[in-house]
């Protein structure tokens, strides 16, 4: 890899960081692109599902008969028999009794949760038929709080692992103890981060087909899962190469969740039963109730100890995290926000103490940021707290507590060490951008009108090149130290070049990464590239485009395969021009004599020696035009230290949000005036397609922080299942917003990248908590609980309002 | 129990086609599953987040949300409709391509066809009018910014020409 590339470098290159507009957009707006729900084979079956509707209850017996007489029905599987089929999925901690298959083993532990599985000859059909299908059930006891459970107060959702508590440790890094007792002040607060998710809108869909005489099952899943056709395998007891995953099926959105290991197993167990391919696509009450894809939800107690110069000296962070009823990867989302515990600052000490818990509801999934965007809450909602209590300057505060540019690299106290960034200037420069002088006036003239408003500013890392050490990290029997991904690049005999990436995409243009990186590095045009996805039994190691890592990880694969293959074109040409390699120059794919431009190799005829002419191959060459690179995560391979100090992800990308929130005094609905989000996440491989992402993680932090969430009832029902009732902003919803881009180049990457796949969505939401209590606070309001709907705005203006008359008249 | 079906006639991107449905096939799995158009997307089925719009006789219309039947006789737009000729982009399409008005490209097609809907009626739109048309259509990846932009691009590109 290149050393340290600088921000004059940046500017230097020849296609990274231009304008070009993404090569995967033409299939999209013309209807040609192929979703999983999508792809047509002729036989298919189609499945509907049957669900519990208790919260937790014992399934007693399923009688099909009704369902199977009813004309094009060909299957009802259940539960029972899926289970003795299967084994059961893998999970992120050490709770090997938390057991998990694609239907409910004999008890159904949340309201939704599949019980059995209807196979037709259209969807319709199966639904008719599912109606039919009578399941009798035994109520069971069930829990919906989370303290509740953390107490062990609780019935038990799995009664074999003898608690609803998944994981729970107490880190302590460095002296919290002796910092809080002598720091000048300490405050404390309550910040709860509601369960809402990104809820794309394609919801999950599978097609699986069985191939008796071959044994292999291929499979077209709109997924983003690491592993996932190792894990698809073990659940259906198959060795690893009778699994066939197709990665070039477009996913209409994932952003964490589209994990799909038990809607696999089902359809995939139904094709090889039933001897055809078999279809299972959710309908949204599916998705959004048995899909088994929330998101985090999570209760913060949050103390801070500060001196009266505003230096914050130590955090103490306990995070109750409710998992639903199953364990999956979701604990592990406690575990990612230990890399950046501390934020963008010089905070001595920490402690942290993240609880998983289960409760009968509906299993979380990865959500982007993997936990970070609520700890990110937490850390800002204490921030606030201190400039509040100092009455200082919030933006004041953060200069004085920023880890400072010539610090980097920086270690944190729970071990892990940020690259490089300038939190200083990129703060500033959102500041100057929002002009804060103005919106200042602004909101003062609000407020003099006798209206509410509020600037909420937000300074947030992005941790990126998702390296997975929260795995050995919170299970010990998991030594996980690598991470990495892969890209193969072939020069045809025509000349024409092709990467191949190993994974599927979900809206993040990589088609257009590859193309750009591997141009960059042969100096040949992006727009003539061709990126294919090679299938999972052709794949090279990748582990998906998780945890804001491709452009570094898929990225630095193909920087790394492309330059093998640019050292080769050098060394045909030394061989045959009879010069040292050290004296020729590479440009624009001809090997050119240093000295002597009339001595050249062009790009054609240099790539006919390689495919046709072994007899002018430099010795020991292999024949042909192709180069695969394989690269582990920047500073992976080691495990967690015994006190969980640990390196988490490489990179660390930087947001600095500015907003201006008015709020209708008398109705509580917010209306956000002015948005701007200063950015720095490196080098930026692709300008509109970071921006992009950038401008969908505000929405989709702005939705967690005033829209949605999956509400449960006391009798543990999902009271949000349509986007009647779980509200996702719309085009009126969602501001303009302006980002200001500042480029501190990685040390670590290949050309100074750093990840932005979830960039925006890790600190929109803590801006919006800061803009509303800043809003609330003229009245002596407050809300820390997401998200801050209307309705619960106006409670908090409403309950101030009724208290300050009750005060007033008693005075 | 077979279902008793119903002859359609529809004009599909031009073409007219004939469908023997039953009565309670949608629009849209007529569009998807029977005429092979899975340009057209379902999100939600119960037609609030606009992935499935079409043309219903030049207007934008939820095909999830209306039975085959009801668009008997009727002039149906499909995203594989827009494009001038084939492999020629429409203007609103090669827009959004420029100014990467999409990303995972799920919500694209009813987000094109809602916006074909604002230009044919009001060819210099606001902000205001944009955000308003597309205001049925939910995107979880783009934040709408640069779906507005790229509605905008087309909207200068065409400067009052004809669509």
């Known amino acids: 890899m290149d050393a340290n590339p600088s921000e004059r470098d940046a500017r230097l290159f020849r296609y990274i960081g231009r304008q070009r507009a993404p090569k995967e957009n033409p299939r999209f707006v013309t209807g040609r692109a192929r979703f999983a729900a999508d792809v047509s084979i002729p036989g298919t079956k189609h499945v509907a599902l049957v669900a519990s509707p208790y919260a937790h209850a014992r399934v007693k017996s399923i009688r099909t008969g009704a369902a199977l007489a009813v004309p094009g029905c060909r299957y009802v599987l259940t539960g029972e028999e899926l289970c003795a089929g299967t084994n059961a999925f893998l999970i992120g901690v050490d709770a090997p009794n938390v057991k998990r298959y694609a239907l409910a083993n004999g008890v159904a532990r949340y309201a939704g949760e599949w019980v059995a599985a209807v196979v037709a000859d259209s969807r319709h059909l199966a639904e008719d038929a599912a109606e039919l299908v009578e399941v009798e059930y035994e109520p069971l006891p069930f829990v919906v709080d989370p303290e509740l459970s953390a107490r062990g107060a609780a019935p038990l959702v799995h009664p074999e692992h003898g608690s609803n508590v998944l994981y729970r440790r107490k880190f302590v890094w460095g002296e919290v103890e002796r910092d809080f007792a002598a720091a000048d002040h300490r405050a404390e607060l309550r910040v709860d981060w509601g369960r809402s998710a990104t809820v794309p809108i394609e919801t999950f869909a599978v097609v699986a087909q069985w191939n008796a005489a071959t044994r292999l099952l291929d499979i077209w899943a709109s997924i983003q899962m690491p592993k996932f056709p190792d894990q698809v395998a073990q659940a259906l007891r198959l060795p690893g190469n009778a699994v066939r995953v197709h990665y070039d099926v477009d996913v209409g959105g994932s952003f964490g969740v589209k994990r799909g290991i038990k809607h696999t197993v089902l359809a995939a167990y139904l094709a090889r039963k039933l001897d055809c391919p078999v279809r299972l696509v959710e309908d949204r009450l599916e998705n959004m109730r048995g899909g088994d894809m929330h998101g985090p939800d999570r209760s913060f107690d949050v103390a801070v100890a500060f001196n009266a110069d505003g230096v914050v000296k130590s955090l103490r962070i306990r995070a109750l995290d409710d998992v639903g009823a199953y364990a999956g990867r979701s604990p592990l989302q406690l575990g990612k926000p230990v890399g950046a515990i501390v934020g963008p600052y010089r905070i001595g000490s920490v402690e942290y103490e993240p609880i998983s818990v289960m409760t009968n509801k509906t299993p979380q999934e990865a959500v982007r940021g993997f936990g970070q965007a609520p700890t990110n809450v937490a850390i800002e909602a204490a921030m606030d707290r201190v400039a509040a209590v100092l009455k200082m300057d919030r933006a004041q505060l953060r200069r004085i507590n920023f880890i400072r540019k010539d610090e980097f690299p920086y270690r944190i106290p729970s071990g892990s060490s940020y690259d490089s960034g300038d939190y200083h200037a990129v703060l500033d420069k959102a500041l100057a951008a929002a002009d804060i002088g103005e919106l200042l006036v602004k909101r003062d003239l609000i407020r003099r009108r006798g209206g509410l408003a509020g600037i909420g500013i937000a300074t947030c890392l992005e941790p990126s090149g998702g390296n997975s050490a929260f795995e050995p990290l919170f299970n010990p029997k998991n030594e996980t130290t690598t991470w990495m991904d892969s890209c193969l690049v072939r020069v045809d005999l025509s000349g024409s070049i092709t990467g191949v990436m190993n994974t599927s995409s979900s809206g993040q243009a990589h088609e257009t990464l590859v193309a750009t990186v591997i141009g960059e590095v042969l100096e040949r045009d992006p727009d003539s590239i061709r990126v294919a996805r090679a299938d999972s039994l052709c794949a090279l190691p990748s582990n998906s485009p998780v945890g804001s890592r491709m452009a570094i990880m898929l990225g630095g694969a193909a920087a790394g395969a492309a330059r093998k293959i640019r050292q080769t074109l050098i060394e045909i040409a030394a061989h045959n021009l009879g010069l040292p390699a050290q004296a020729l120059r590479y440009e624009q794919g001809d090997v050119i004599a240093a000295g002597d431009p009339g001595k050249r190799l062009a790009w054609a005829e240099l790539v006919e020696i390689a495919h046709r002419k072994f007899h002018r191959m430099p010795p020991g060459r292999e024949p042909g035009l192709q180069a695969q690179f394989v690269w582990e995560v920047p500073t992976g391979g080691t495990l967690p230290g015994a006190d969980g100090r640990v390196q988490m992800y490489p990179c660390y990308s930087f947001e600095a949000h500015v907003v201006l929130v008015e709020i209708d005094p008398l109705v509580g609905r917010p209306t956000i005036r002015r948005y701007v989000c200063g950015h720095d996440c490196g080098v930026k491989i692709n300008p509109q397609v970071v921006h992009g992402m950038t401008y969908g993680g505000i929405a989709h932090g702005i939705g967690a922080a005033l829209f949605e969430k999956f509400a449960y009832s006391d009798e543990g029902q999902l009271l949000a299942g349509t986007f009647m009732d779980y509200l996702i902003p719309s085009a009126q919803e969602i501001p303009q917003v302006e980002i200001v881009d500042h480029c501190t180049p990685s040390p670590l990457t290949t050309f100074g990248q750093k990840g932005s796949g979830e960039s925006g969505y890790l600190g929109s939401p803590a801006a919006l908590v800061s803009a509303v209590n800043d809003a609330l606070a003229p009245i002596g309001a407050s809300l820390r609980a997401l998200p801050m709907t209307q309705k619960a705005i106006w409670e908090a203006i409403a309950t101030r309002t009724s208290r300050h008359r009750r005060e007033s008249a008693a005075a | ?163």
């Open chain 2, 1 to 163: 129990m077979s279902e008793r079906r119903y002859r359609v006639t529809i004009e599909v991107n031009g073409v007219e086609r004939q469908a023997e449905v039953p009565a309670r096939l949608t629009l849209v799995d007529l569009l998807r599953d029977e005429l092979g158009l899975t340009g057209t997307h379902v999100g939600c089925e119960h037609g609030v987040c606009g992935a499935c719009s079409v043309m219903l006789d030049g207007e934008p219309v939820r095909s999830c949300c209306m039975f085959a039947v009801q668009a008997d006789g009727s002039r149906v737009t499909t995203v594989e409709g827009l494009e001038q000729d084939a492999g020629k982009l429409s203007v609103l399409q090669q827009a959004f391509c420029d100014g990467h008005g999409l990303q995972c490209g799920y919500c694209t097609p009813g987000m094109l066809i809602a916006a074909q809907g604002l230009l044919d009626t009001t060819p210099d739109p606001t902000d205001a009018q944009i955000r308003d048309a597309i205001g049925g259509n939910l995107c979880r990846c783009t934040g709408y910014q640069q779906i507005v932009d790229s509605i905008k691009l087309a909207v200068a590109r065409l400067d009052g020409r004809s669509r």
